[in-house]
């Protein structure tokens, strides 16, 4: 369902991803009452264990940020994206509400530290996916950009036949995200060098635990890469 571009594997040959299909779902705008219970658990959870001047260096944020600085990306303004909703929560903004499965993934990412990808996997063009360098030139529109944006090249994508779907690992692109229309979900958990593949496994669980807890639908077994 995904595979690595030998060009990247060779470069990294500890990056890992975890990933798990999700049948079924039903995806609506509301926020029960359960899950906002469980945000505002998660949201205390994350400000008694981390403090906002010294997140960039707890040893998983900052495997991410050495990745992010290899590529060539500036971490400090396009953060992974684990690590920008604990920096959300830690700065007193609230918790992002977008819809109940988004929500339900985001706390397993915030709780976990590891950055999550969503597609909705009937918007994708081709399988399987492929973990690439970006073309130099390529164009991607992010969830929420008003325009596409031009790649430079040294980016990570996920891409399909028609192109990017996520810039690896903090930004998901408009064409696949999932909406009250998404009945079948791809979660990827995103490593990085020096990320366990446990704690990758740990998060696409917790998150597929959540999802099915509050969006209904049944989830496939975890694969690796």
């Avoid at 690590?83 to 918790?95: D, N, S, Y």
Wanted: glycine share 6%; hydrophobic share 45%; aromatic share 8%.
């Amino acid at each position: 369902m995904i595979i690595i571009q030998d060009e990247v594997r060779s470069r990294f040959p500890e990056l890992h991803l975890a990933f798990v299909e999700i049948s079924g779902v039903t995806v609506r705008r509301e926020r029960t009452p359960d899950l906002q219970s469980l945000v505002e658990k998660a949201i205390s959870e994350i400000r008694s264990k981390y403090e906002l001047s010294t997140l960039k260096d707890v040893p998983l944020f900052r495997a991410y940020r050495d990745f992010f600085w290899r590529l060539g990306i500036d971490p400090t303004k396009d953060r992974p994206s684990a690590e920008a909703l604990v920096r959300r929560v830690l700065a007193g903004k609230p918790f992002p509400t977008i819809n109940n499965l988004v929500d339900a993934y985001n706390v397993a990412s915030m709780r976990t530290g590891i950055p999550l990808a969503t597609f909705d996997m009937d918007a994708i063009a081709s399988w399987p996916l492929e973990l690439r360098y970006a073309r130099m030139g390529e164009l991607f529109r992010g969830i929420g950009m008003k325009r596409p944006a031009e790649l430079s090249g040294r980016e990570l994508v996920l891409a399909d036949a028609e192109g990017p779907i996520a810039i690896y690992p903090h930004r998901d692109s408009d064409r696949t995200k999932i909406t009250e229309r998404t009945k079948r979900a791809l979660v990827v958990a995103c490593g990085a060098p020096g990320v366990a593949v446990r704690k990758l496994v740990e998060a696409a669980e917790l998150a597929a635990s959540y999802i099915t807890r509050f969006c209904g639908g049944q989830a496939g077994e975890i694969q690796v890469i």
